[in-house]
């Protein structure tokens, strides 16, 4: 049996590594540990902070982990990530991944992610590639396992329709108009 979230958010990070000097939060119910001192947990809460990169990711991950290559659930959102980083591709056990509220302005980055078999939600919006047109479509195309995605579910009509979309349309625009571009 697996814990709640280790609990890193509001710690005003600006690096990952900066983790190392925080203890997580107290969640309601109590963190377990193993006899080497980790947490029995398969989720981890980074958001609301000031993370511009995951460089040092897979490290916290070990530090506080027992089992980090098990981490089912991650939380980035509200930071200042652009990127989707591989590092997140390493994460083969990954279900669940909060993006929302970053600065990610091109929609490739989501293609990074197309290794991640078990992924099934991920949010996005509150980034910049949300206002580029056929985002929905195109995400959901490129993670055909989504059943959750901006917090809504994703339904079968949706996975029919991008599909259709990826294989008949051009892709979209990887990256928001400029007001200074023509149509």
């Keep these: 049996m697996y814990g709640p979230p280790i609990d890193l958010s509001f710690k005003d990070l600006s690096h990952v590594a900066d983790a190392l000097e925080e203890i997580p939060r107290l969640p309601?119910?109590?963190?377990?540990?193993?006899?080497?001192?980790?947490?029995?947990?398969?989720s981890m809460r980074l958001n609301n902070n000031n993370l511009t990169n995951l460089v040092g990711l897979e490290f916290i991950l070990s530090?506080?982990?027992?089992?980090?290559?098990?981490?089912?659930?991650?939380?980035?959102?509200?930071?200042?990530?652009?990127?989707?980083?591989?590092?997140?591709?390493?994460?083969?056990?990954?279900?669940?991944?909060?993006?929302?509220?970053?600065?990610?302005?091109?929609?490739?980055?989501?293609?990074?992610?197309?290794?991640?078999?078990?992924?099934?939600?991920?949010?996005?919006?509150?980034?910049?590639?949300?206002?580029?047109?056929?985002?929905?479509?195109?995400?959901i195309s490129i993670l055909p396992h989504l059943k959750r995605m901006d917090f809504s579910a994703v339904t079968r009509e949706e996975k029919v329709l991008a599909n259709i979309w990826s294989t008949n349309i051009k892709p979209p625009r990887t990256r928001p108009k400029d007001a200074s571009e023509d149509d």
């Design 28 to 42: 309601l119910r109590p963190l377990r540990i193993n006899s080497d001192n980790k947490y029995l947990s398969q």
């Design 63 to 139: 530090h506080f982990l027992a089992q980090p290559s098990l981490v089912g659930w991650l939380d980035l959102s509200c930071n200042k990530i652009t990127s989707i980083e591989c590092v997140l591709c390493e994460l083969k056990e990954l279900r669940v991944l909060y993006l929302h509220g970053n600065d990610i302005w091109s929609l490739s980055e989501v293609n990074k992610l197309k290794e991640l078999n078990y992924l099934h939600t991920i949010t996005l919006h509150g980034n910049l590639i949300e206002n580029i047109k056929g985002y929905r479509n195109y995400v």
